[in-house]
């Protein structure tokens, strides 16, 4: 009986450098005595949320940022010309949104494979006056509520204002999951303590160490829109 043949797997190293992130409030004494809520709940939520900020910017900057290669994470790689959308004088537009998924199809990105649209709010706009979105004629599923677009086209959109913009280009960015990777080497914690040294003022505290990389350039698309 013969031997069994192995392939040799093929595997691209990619690597994504971690970073610390914190954010500290204090809660002036004289302010607290001030007011009649417990401002300390406030101050939790709003730290937690700057860095779940960073955390989305962190990944939307490795989408269509430098991608670190090599065993030792030394190379680098741009997302390639043929993952871009041009903005052709136009804002986010069915065409734009046809052109994407045909990369990923022509990739055989897999259907199971979720997939996801961050846009600006005026990209939110241009959706919502897309005839094919709003009306129930071209589409079986509810993709229009009340204020967004949900899914459409296999796409599940999200607004964001963390999207790189340079003059009058706003750089959308699509994606499926497995294409791109957040690298959580201690997720975000919290703790509110008194200060001693601060005359014992309340103080809210919460950090993480994260990184992002693009996992597979296939999997990402960069659309470029006009604003205006």
């Known amino acids: ?37 417990d401002p300390k709940s406030a101050y939790v939520t709003s730290s937690l949320a700057s860095l779940r900020r960073v955390m989305d910017s962190k990944l939307l900057d490795a989408l269509r940022g430098t991608k670190y290669t090599g065993v030792n994470g030394t190379g680098t790689s741009a997302l390639p010309a043929g993952q871009k959308i ?7 537009t069915l065409n734009k949104l046809l052109a994407t998924l045909e990369l990923f199809n ?26 094919e979105i ?5 589409n079986t599923l509810k993709a229009l509520v009340p204020g967004k677009v949900a899914n459409f086209m296999g796409f599940n959109f999200t607004v964001s204002n963390l999207l790189t913009k340079v003059g009058t280009t706003r750089y959308a960015m699509a ?11 201690k997720d975000i914690v919290g703790r509110v303590d008194e200060v001693q040294s601060k005359h014992y003022n309340w103080a809210t505290y919460a950090s993480m160490f994260i ?8 999997k990402v698309v960069e659309i ?3 604003e205006v």
């Open 1 to 37: 009986m013969e031997d069994t043949i192995y392939d040799d797997a093929s595997a691209n190293r990619i690597t994504a450098y971690l970073e610390f992130k914190y954010k500290a409030l204090m809660m002036d004494i004289e302010d607290e005595l001030q007011i009649i809520a």
């Open 86 to 92: 041009a903005a052709a004088a136009a804002g986010l």
């Open 106 to 131: 022509d990739a055989d990105v897999d259907e199971m494979d979720e997939k996801y649209i961050a846009m600006a709010p005026q990209q939110l706009t241009n959706l919502l006056n897309i005839t």
């Open 134 to 138: 709003k009306s129930s004629d071209y």
């Open 175 to 185: 994606w499926s999951k497995s294409g791109a990777g957040l690298a959580i080497g």
């Open 211 to 218: 990184g992002a990389t693009r996992i597979q350039d296939e």
């Open 224 to 226: 470029s829109c006009i």
